[in-house]
């Protein structure tokens, strides 16, 4: 199986990347295909709704989301909403996301914003017709310390998610 991971941080030292991270290791250590793009350096052009479908950062981004099974955004939480660059993602690939298993692992700066991805889990499920994985992963900065996770109830749950996405994703391609 093949899955792209989005880090959709783009700071330094981000928590979602480390937790992005973790997921990487679990899928490539079961044998999995994993293309990693961290939008510190994709260098994608945000969606005018013209002349940035034509960008070639835009066409690889395409590419790659079209060869995926399956999808994470790994996003930090600002305003209790992920990250505009999380949402940039979808709106320069659209339609390319019809039909993908797609999760989300979230980090926030306190619990009160787990609801945060739903607005965008939503458009990905009504709009393009992806599979949302229904458990995600979040985690607050209380989960971290000295820049790792330091929470085994969350690198459990990264586990289950990397076991998660393969078995749907597997579950789909069979149909």
Do not use: W
């Not at 395409?62 to 790994?74: E, K, L, P, T």
């Not at 945060?116 to 599979?131: E, I, T």
């Not at 998610?161 to 579950?171: G, L, P």
Request: glycine share 8%; net charge negative; charged share 20%.
């Amino acid at each position: 199986m093949a899955f792209l991971l989005f880090s959709c941080s783009l700071r330094d030292g981000s928590r979602s990347q480390v937790m992005v991270q973790a997921l990487r290791t679990e899928l490539e250590g079961a044998g999995h295909k994993v293309e990693y793009l961290d939008l510190r350096e994709a260098g994608l052009p945000l969606c005018d709704g013209d002349d940035c479908y034509d960008h070639p950062a835009t066409k690889a981004l395409r590419a790659s989301v079209a060869a995926a099974d399956g999808i994470i955004f790994a996003v930090p939480v600002y305003n209790f909403y992920a990250s505009a660059a999380a949402k940039n993602i979808v709106e320069l690939t659209g339609s390319t996301f019809e039909g993908k298993v797609v999760g989300f692992i979230c980090a926030a700066g306190g619990r009160n914003s787990y609801m945060s991805v739903m607005s965008l889990a939503n458009s990905l499920m009504l709009d393009f017709r992806s599979h949302i994985l229904p458990r995600y992963v979040y985690a607050s900065k209380e989960s971290f310390s000295d820049g790792k996770l330091a929470d085994p109830e969350i690198s459990g749950r990264i586990s289950e998610m990397a076991h998660e996405i393969v078995r749907v994703s597997q579950a789909l391609a069979e149909n």
